[in-house]
Structure formats: structure tokens, C-alpha cells
């Protein structure tokens, strides 16, 4: 009897707190899903079953949308957003982490300053300083480039990952740091051996967000960005659209064919995001 009861209070438990979670999570995900679900079974419909069977099935699956879509120049975008949003991951990398790697290592008033400097950045909204940096840029010369859009979202993207990194870097043991100097380890082996290596999960984290952010950004690649041959996806698919008639079918399979590749990369570094954020956000 006894065993019974306490069987019976896991299920009073589980039937209360943790079925409404669930269902918060069940429902939560479907409004998250569905329209990308949407989105994918519409890629796959005719102009007129889009209008006239907007919620139902195909009755022809029309995957030659994506053979037009890739045809009529998502390709090219898509070769662009790779080229810039892998510099730009790379950029955020290497100097993020040394800039965080000294503002964890050592202490005065420049650092302090520096920090605050990093944290007006990160409050800093992109779309408000679209004026003057257009004009920085065309100053430079390098407007209508790949620099023009891989140069701005290096800088917006430096303050947060800085700010993530350093507070990684300041949970790794300084015993660590004092017994590679006694074996002769110069500070850059000290970054290169120790903090790298044990910062796997926040180098993770900010690889994922500086990609949903640079290849996802649409305004500075609408602006900065005139040649048809360098645009990327999110202003390249406005291409698509037509005054007078538009295939909804091509223009949704050049969105799922964008949606892909951050829906991947969410998928199989999930894990590394989460823990980065989480030790991240305590450490420090």
C-alpha cells in the first residue's frame, strides 16, 4: 500500500506542475513551427493554390521551385552571405576573444573604461547610425563591397561577444595562468593553450549568434549594397517580388533554402549554446 501511495504522489506531481509545463512547451513549440512548416509546404504549391488552398496540402508537390529559385539567383546570394558571414564570424573570433582575454587578465582604469565603452556599443541601435556610416564608408571607398557590409557587423557584433567572452575567461583559474608563467609560457601561450581550449562552449555560443546576425541582417545589405552580383540573401530575396505579379512559390523556396542552413547550425550546436550562455552569464 505504501508503495502505491508513493507511485500515486509522483503522478499528482507530474499531473499538475509538470503536464501544464509541458503543455506551455507543446504549445509554445507549434507557434514556433507552424509557420515554418508553413512556409516549406507553401514553397511547394503553385501560384494559384497559394491563394485559393492557402491552409491545405498541394495537390502536385512542385519541387522544381527550388531548382528556379536556386536558378534565378539565390546561388549567388547564397555564395555571398557564406563569404560574409564566415569573415565576419572569423573577425569576431580572434579579436574578440584577445580583446576579452586581456580585459580578463588584467586590471586598472583603461580597462574599466574599455568596458564602458563596450557596453554603450552593445546598447547602441545598428539602424541608428545608418547615416554616418554610410558616409564613413563611401568616404573609404568601399561602398558597394563585401567590406561595406563585413566591416559594420564586425563592429556591432564585438561589445556583446566581448562582454560573453570575458566573463567566461574570468571563471578559469588564475592558478592556472601562475603555473604556465612558472614554465615559461608567454601570455599569448597562456591564450592560445589554456583559455581557448576551455572556452570551447562560449566560442560556440558567439559563433552562433554573430551567424543569425550577419546572415540575417537586412537593412545595411539593402543600403550598402547596389551591385546585384554582391547581395546577399535577406536583400537579394526582395528581387523575387514583382509589381504586378509575384511567385509566392520560388520566392518561399528561396526563403527555406536561406532558412536552412542557421536552422542546422542551431540544431547540431544547440547543446554548446546553451551551456555557453548559461556558464557565461553566471561566471564573473
Same mark, same amino acid.
Given at each position: 500500500?505504501?508503495?502505491?501511495?508513493? !507511485?500515486s504522489?509522483?503522478?499528482?506531481?507530474?499531473?499538475?506542475?509538470?503536464?501544464?509545463?509541458?503543455?506551455?512547451?507543446?504549445?509554445?513549440?507549434?507557434?514556433?513551427?507552424?509557420?515554418?512548416?508553413?512556409?516549406?509546404?507553401?514553397?511547394?504549391?503553385?501560384?494559384?493554390? =497559394?491563394?485559393?488552398?492557402?491552409?491545405?496540402?498541394?495537390?502536385?508537390?512542385? &519541387?522544381?521551385?527550388?531548382t528556379?529559385?536556386? /536558378?534565378?539567383?539565390?546561388? /549567388?546570394?547564397?555564395?555571398?552571405?557564406? =563569404?560574409?558571414?564566415?569573415?565576419?564570424?572569423g573577425?569576431?573570433?580572434?579579436?574578440? /576573444?584577445?580583446?576579452?582575454?586581456?580585459l580578463?587578465?588584467?586590471? !586598472?582604469?583603461?580597462?574599466?573604461?574599455?568596458?564602458?565603452?563596450?557596453?554603450g556599443?552593445?546598447?547602441?541601435?545598428?539602424?541608428?547610425?545608418?547615416?554616418?556610416?554610410?558616409?564613413?564608408?563611401?568616404?573609404?571607398?568601399?561602398?558597394?563591397?563585401?567590406?561595406?557590409? =563585413?566591416?559594420?557587423?564586425?563592429?556591432?557584433?564585438?561589445? =556583446?561577444?566581448?562582454?560573453?567572452?570575458?566573463?567566461?575567461?574570468?571563471?578559469?583559474?588564475?592558478?592556472?595562468?601562475? !603555473?604556465?608563467?612558472?614554465?615559461?609560457c608567454?601570455?599569448?601561450?597562456?591564450?592560445?593553450?589554456?583559455?581557448?581550449?576551455?572556452?570551447?562552449?562560449?566560442?560556440i555560443?558567439? &559563433?552562433?549568434?554573430?551567424?543569425?546576425?550577419?546572415?540575417?541582417?537586412?537593412?545595411?545589405?539593402? &543600403?550598402?549594397?547596389?551591385?546585384?552580383?554582391?547581395?546577399?540573401?535577406?536583400?537579394?530575396?526582395?528581387?523575387f517580388?514583382d509589381?504586378?505579379?509575384?511567385d509566392?512559390?520560388?520566392?518561399?523556396?528561396?526563403? &527555406?533554402?536561406a !532558412?536552412?542552413?542557421?536552422?542546422?547550425?542551431?540544431?547540431?550546436?544547440?547543446?554548446?549554446?546553451?551551456?555557453?550562455? /548559461?556558464?557565461?552569464?553566471?561566471?564573473?
Amino acid at each position: 500500500m505504501r508503495k502505491q501511495n508513493k !507511485s500515486s504522489n509522483k503522478l499528482v506531481k507530474f499531473g499538475v506542475g509538470e503536464f501544464i509545463a509541458l503543455l506551455g512547451l507543446i504549445i509554445f513549440a507549434i507557434i514556433i513551427l507552424y509557420p515554418l512548416f508553413w512556409m516549406v509546404v507553401s514553397s511547394m504549391k503553385s501560384y494559384d493554390e =497559394i491563394y485559393n488552398n492557402v491552409w491545405g496540402f498541394p495537390s502536385e508537390w512542385l &519541387v522544381h521551385n527550388y531548382t528556379d529559385a536556386w /536558378s534565378k539567383g539565390i546561388s /549567388s546570394y547564397f555564395f555571398n552571405s557564406v =563569404i560574409v558571414t564566415g569573415i565576419t564570424i572569423g573577425a569576431v573570433l580572434i579579436i574578440g /576573444s584577445m580583446a576579452a582575454f586581456a580585459l580578463a587578465r588584467y586590471r !586598472s582604469r583603461l580597462i574599466d573604461v574599455a568596458l564602458i565603452v563596450l557596453i554603450g556599443g552593445m546598447m547602441m541601435n545598428p539602424e541608428v547610425a545608418i547615416i554616418p556610416l554610410f558616409n564613413l564608408l563611401r568616404s573609404l571607398h568601399i561602398v558597394d563591397t563585401r567590406l561595406a557590409l =563585413i566591416l559594420p557587423y564586425i563592429a556591432f557584433r564585438l561589445p =556583446i561577444c566581448i562582454l560573453l567572452l570575458r566573463a567566461y575567461f574570468l571563471g578559469i583559474p588564475r592558478e592556472l595562468n601562475e !603555473s604556465a608563467l612558472m614554465d615559461g609560457c608567454t601570455e599569448f601561450g597562456i591564450y592560445l593553450r589554456i583559455y581557448l581550449p576551455m572556452s570551447i562552449p562560449i566560442l560556440i555560443t558567439t &559563433v552562433v549568434l554573430t551567424a543569425f546576425y550577419a546572415w540575417n541582417e537586412f537593412l545595411f545589405a539593402t &543600403v550598402f549594397i547596389d551591385s546585384e552580383s554582391l547581395k546577399t540573401i535577406p536583400s537579394g530575396l526582395m528581387n523575387f517580388r514583382d509589381a504586378l505579379q509575384t511567385d509566392w512559390g520560388v520566392l518561399l523556396s528561396g526563403m &527555406v533554402i536561406a !532558412s536552412l542552413p542557421m536552422i542546422v547550425l542551431l540544431i547540431v550546436l544547440q547543446k554548446y549554446l546553451v551551456r555557453g550562455l /548559461s556558464e557565461g552569464s553566471v561566471k564573473g
